[in-house]
């Protein structure tokens, strides 16, 4: 069965930088897209950055230049650092499985089912 499990979430000032990690259980990151997405209070689950089975990235607009999605196959790990911090980065971010070319899209993630618990992130100014 396969599990995601995030961790490195907390706490951090505008400016700072967090590194998320997801470990997978149960499936190999190198035959799937893999993608973080984030949720804030009272907004829609969106798609922040992934990565695809290729080595092929794709990353929202909002964290462009900010966010780097990377991958440790032998660990079977995806990670996502985050630099330069925005409250509005302030979130619930979650790992999900997808097919490949799953991209940001999110009713790909949905369909196969495969996400993690969250981890949370709170940036402030």
């Known amino acids: 069965q396969v599990q995601l499990v995030e961790s490195g979430g907390g706490s951090a000032q505008s400016g700072g930088s967090l590194r998320l990690s997801c470990t997978a259980s149960g499936y190999t990151y190198s035959s799937a897209c893999m993608g973080w997405f984030r949720q804030a209070p009272g907004k829609e689950r969106e798609g922040v950055a992934a990565l695809d089975y290729d080595d092929s990235t794709t990353y929202a607009d909002s964290v462009k230049g900010r966010f780097t999605v990377s991958r440790d196959n032998a660990k079977n790990t995806l990670y996502l650092q985050m630099d330069s911090l925005k409250p509005e980065d302030t979130a619930m971010y979650y790992c999900?499985?997808?097919?490949?070319?799953?991209?940001?899209?999110?009713?790909?993630?949905?369909?196969?089912?495969?996400w993690g618990q969250g981890t949370q992130v709170t940036v402030s100014s």
């Open positions: 999900a499985l997808g097919p490949k070319r799953a991209g940001l899209l999110r009713e790909f993630y949905d369909h196969f089912g495969r």
